[in-house]
């Protein structure tokens, strides 16, 4: 017997009319699958101060690693800053072309 699930409605979060494939800066958050944990871990160290630090699994290390090496392989692509989180990634890139 297959039981089928009803998946949640996800907001539209796009501009209508607006073409994502122009020139300008945009912030991407890919997530993991059901939000497995796949990328990294979150160590806080022991001490009062210490600030908590993402932990990157080998998975985590290769989406780093491919991450870095993206705007080498996209002349018209820059990565301003990125983040791989244990379930997530963030990335602000800008595209100029």
Same mark, same amino acid.
Do not use: W
């Given at each position: 017997?297959?039981?089928?699930?009803?998946?949640?409605?996800?907001?539209?979060?796009?501009?209508?009319?607006?073409?994502?494939?122009?020139?300008?800066?945009?912030?991407?958050? +890919?997530?993991?699958?059901?939000?497995? !944990?796949?990328?990294?871990?979150?160590?806080?160290? %022991?001490? $009062?101060?210490?600030?908590?630090?993402?932990?990157?699994?080998?998975?985590?290390? +290769?989406?780093?690693?491919?991450?870095? !090496?993206?705007?080498?392989?996209?002349?018209?692509? %820059?990565? $301003?800053?990125?983040?791989?989180?244990?379930?997530?990634?963030?990335?602000?890139?800008?595209?100029?072309?």
């Amino acid at each position: 017997m297959c039981i089928l699930r009803e998946l949640p409605q996800r907001k539209d979060l796009r501009l209508k009319d607006y073409h994502y494939c122009q020139n300008g800066a945009y912030f991407i958050t +890919i997530c993991v699958k059901e939000k497995h !944990e796949l990328l990294g871990k979150i160590f806080v160290g %022991d001490g $009062v101060l210490d600030v908590p630090q993402t932990v990157l699994s080998e998975y985590g290390k +290769i989406v780093k690693n491919r991450i870095q !090496e993206m705007d080498r392989h996209y002349n018209h692509l %820059d990565i $301003v800053n990125h983040i791989v989180m244990p379930n997530h990634i963030h990335l602000l890139i800008v595209i100029n072309g």
